[in-house]
């Protein structure tokens, strides 16, 4: 399983960016996929999630801001991130898995750096 994160940057404070994760080893459509982000000094937290019928849920700190959704043809999740703040600074990871209780598998992260 392989998980390719990509995406990330330098944006200053009310700026976007669209992250983007490739899969590959896996059934793309079976599974749900995350983003998760970790900020220096802070543990790694859930972002977004979309499962294979399309259901999003997000952290109460990026909704109305972050959208997450999936390309099954593509095997890429996207994550696209409006208003960006300092404090969404962090790498961010994206995973998969078939089920809610199921063990992630996880990908290299890409790093966010907002300024403000």
């Known amino acids: 399983v392989q998980l390719q994160a990509s995406g990330g940057g330098l944006v200053q404070a009310g700026g976007s960016l669209r992250l983007s994760c490739v899969a590959s080893?896996?059934?793309?459509?079976?599974?749900?996929m995350g983003w998760y982000r970790q900020a220096p000094g802070k543990e790694r937290e859930l972002v977004a999630y979309?499962?294979?019928?399309?259901?999003?849920n997000y952290d109460d700190s990026v909704k109305g801001r972050f959208t997450i959704s999936r390309d099954n043809a593509k095997n890429t999740v996207y994550l696209q991130m409006n208003n960006l703040k300092p404090e969404d600074t962090a790498v961010y990871f994206c995973?998969?898995?078939?089920?809610?209780?199921?063990?992630?598998?996880w990908g290299e992260g890409t790093l966010v750096t907002v300024s403000s």
């Open positions: 979309i499962t294979n019928n399309d259901r999003t």
């Open positions: 995973n998969s898995r078939r089920t809610l209780m199921s063990t992630p598998r």
């Open positions: 080893g896996i059934i793309f459509s079976h599974n749900i």
